[in-house]
RNA sequence: CGGGUAGUAGCGCAGGGGCUAGCGCACUUGGUUCGGGACCAAGGGGUCGGAGGUUCAAAUCCUCUCUGCCCGACCA
């Protein structure tokens, strides 16, 4: 490509609101440019290296035997009522009539458009197992995009659904693609971990994330140093201590200006562990069936010196989505914010309660009735609930396999992989015939990789105070050939061979200077430079300069697109030799 | 949806009741320069986010509204 004719420029400064690195540059190398909030466009630069991204994921996904197909995008809304989907997702998917006043949406992934296809398409055991996968855009209406392609409202996705018979068969799949997932972002370059992750609205049971660690991410992963156990923190477990002690008899006592843990603790003399806290949420309950919606009181009570984890929260309540209670709220059950505790409340409300609360003896709560706690409360003696474990993981706290303290980072999701099961299978009644003729829901997963996002994480971590420096395997192009010479027929010339030679040529054929071509050139970061100047050509020579190490070399003019193919082929290997084979354990 | 912040040329910004709305970069033309964001000269480009209001006079003050960004809620 002549960038004489290049669509996009460069940018000298940097547009408001681009605050990493990454997104930075994508947006003044001409990668990428914005259209609203969370809307990208992706101009020929960042397309190209999409495109290398999705020749990637296309190689290791036919290499675990899926197929290739697409769907639509529109989505009539009866098959996500079916799932009751329709109802159970909030504004994130977008609605609308069409023409004849049919309920549409955009659909936000596929689980519903491709267990439709597939109850047609597999109806007896002989054709199990079956996986397909899509590259297609998506549109979630996300309420807060942010940092250019790492959240975004629409964006391509990767999705993959697989069918199987029976939990073997999907095991077997949920590993394929658990080993294919690693390969394909080793291979893009991008340095990933797998975690084990709250399955969310996706439902089913197993899943886990890929995620790019790294500062700008969102999620934060709770890792082990010393055994390897990872989690994200929505669901990651941690070993608690228990203090269990002979019940003793329930006291009033009066404690004023004492209405969070560390007041209490301090009127009282106790050690946070041995309080017990009340947070009170606000559940939305769906009934999947005609979408009706219920609201309800949730008593979280964890021990003091813990904090909540909502996911946790969420999923043992079965709650849809969970907010702040009101303060009217909590008052209607009878408890008093501040001092409250589930002893001698009343009403409607889901009491759950964390094992350390359950497992410790004589805590500290509230007696519901302002300036006042009640001493050597029990859970099972005094009040009841449901018992499971709903408090946060947090750095320091000790290994639930080891007992070593953990670490929290934080990180970017790239990818995930969900065991389903038969969730939309029998929602949906997609069955197959198994050898005595019984009707059997087929067993589904479905996997994700977020393209661009997978780009926007390659940015950032490829590059320097110059520009991008992305690894040839997703590089837009393989070589910049920088003309610094009037006279074009050389430079032409060679542009022609390598092109020839089957070599991807960016050709800075513009009548610039040469400091700008070379900003622009590092602000690309194509992987190798050729510099065409009248200094070394003179001596029949070009120079070459390999924008990730800055080392430059010349060779013979004849040479040239030997020894680039040469070069692509040795920064290939480099990357090849990096892949990750990673199995499942 | 809450809190904050900002919308003035393609990009980055200044100007805060008054006369022709500026600056840097980018762009056009001519000339010089020519291996790390050159120089000189002459130019082009603006519904000052939008609507309404106050005023002799509004980019500037007021009201409403739209949009972007950041934080939170939220999120596969």
Not at 108 to 129: C, F, N, Q, W
Not at 165 to 188: E, M, N, P, T
């Amino acid at each position: 490509m002549r960038m004489s004719r290049m669509f996009s420029k460069t940018l000298r400064e940097a547009p408001n609101g681009a605050d990493t690195k990454g997104y930075e540059y994508l947006l003044r190398a001409g990668y990428i440019r914005q259209m609203g909030a969370g809307i990208f466009s992706l101009l020929p630069l960042g397309f190209r290296a999409t495109e290398k991204i999705k020749a990637i994921i296309r190689s290791e996904m036919e290499a675990i035997g899926a197929e290739e197909m697409e769907m639509p995008v529109v989505n009539p809304a009866d098959i996500w009522k079916e799932t009751g989907r329709y109802y159970s997702i909030d504004k994130e998917m977008s609605r609308f009539k069409d023409r004849n006043n049919r309920d549409m949406v955009l659909a936000m992934t596929h689980e519903e458009a491709v267990t439709d296809i597939a109850r047609g398409e597999v109806d007896s055991y002989k054709r199990l197992p079956r996986l397909v996968y899509q590259m297609q855009t998506k549109w979630r209406d996300d309420p807060r995009p942010r940092a250019g392609l790492i959240r975004v409202r629409e964006f391509t996705m990767l999705d993959s659904y697989s069918f199987d018979r029976d939990a073997a068969g999907l095991d077997k799949v949920y590993r394929d693609h658990y080993r294919a997932y690693f390969r394909i972002f080793s291979r893009c370059g991008l340095p990933s971990i797998a975690v084990g992750a709250d399955s969310g609205m996706m439902g089913g049971k197993i899943s886990h994330e890929y995620m790019y660690l790294s500062p700008i991410g969102e999620d934060t992963i709770i890792y082990c140093p010393e055994c390897g156990y990872t989690a994200n923190r929505q669901i990651a477990k941690f070993s608690k201590e228990y203090f269990p002690e002979e019940m003793k008899e329930i006291e009033k006592r009066e404690t004023p200006e004492s209405k969070t843990i560390e007041a209490l603790a301090e009127y009282l003399g106790v050690d946070p562990k041995k309080t017990a806290k009340c947070v009170f949420m606000v559940g939305s309950f769906i009934n999947d069936k005609n979408g009706e919606e219920e609201d309800k009181l949730i008593v979280a009570v964890v021990r003091g010196d813990l904090e909540v984890e909502e996911s946790k929260l969420s999923n043992a309540a079965r709650a849809n989505a969970l907010r702040p209670a009101h303060e009217e709220e909590i008052t209607a059950c009878g408890m008093v914010p501040g001092y409250a505790s589930p002893i001698g409340a009343k009403g409607d409300f889901i009491c759950i309660v964390d094992d350390s609360v359950a497992k410790s003896n004589n805590l500290v709560a509230g007696a519901n009735e302002a300036g006042y706690h009640l001493l050597n409360t029990n859970y099972g003696r005094d009040y009841s609930g449901m018992v499971a474990d709903i408090a946060s993981a947090r750095d320091g706290f000790a290994c639930p396999v080891c007992g070593k303290p953990l670490k929290a980072s934080k990180g970017v999701e790239i990818g995930n992989i969900f065991q389903l099961g038969t969730r939309y299978s029998e929602a949906m009644n997609c069955t197959y015939q198994d050898e005595n003729g019984k009707q059997v829901p087929v067993v589904m997963g479905s996997y994700g990789i977020g393209v661009g996002r997978l780009l926007a994480c390659l940015a950032e971590e490829y590059n320097d105070e110059g520009g991008l420096k992305l690894p040839v395997s997703v590089a837009p192009y393989q070589v910049h050939l920088v003309s610094l010479v009037k006279e074009t027929e050389i430079a032409d010339k060679i542009y022609e061979d390598l092109e020839k030679a089957g070599i991807e040529v960016l050709y800075d054929d513009r009548k610039e200077t040469a400091g700008v071509k070379f900003a622009d050139a590092d602000l690309i970061g194509i992987p190798l430079r050729i510099t065409l100047g009248n200094r070394s050509l003179k001596e029949g020579k070009v120079e070459v300069k390999i924008r990730e190490s800055g080392e430059t070399t010349s060779f013979l003019l004849e040479d040239i697109a030997d020894e680039i193919k040469a070069e692509i082929m040795r920064e290939q290997q480099e990357i090849d030799s990096r892949i990750v084979n990673k199995e499942l354990d």
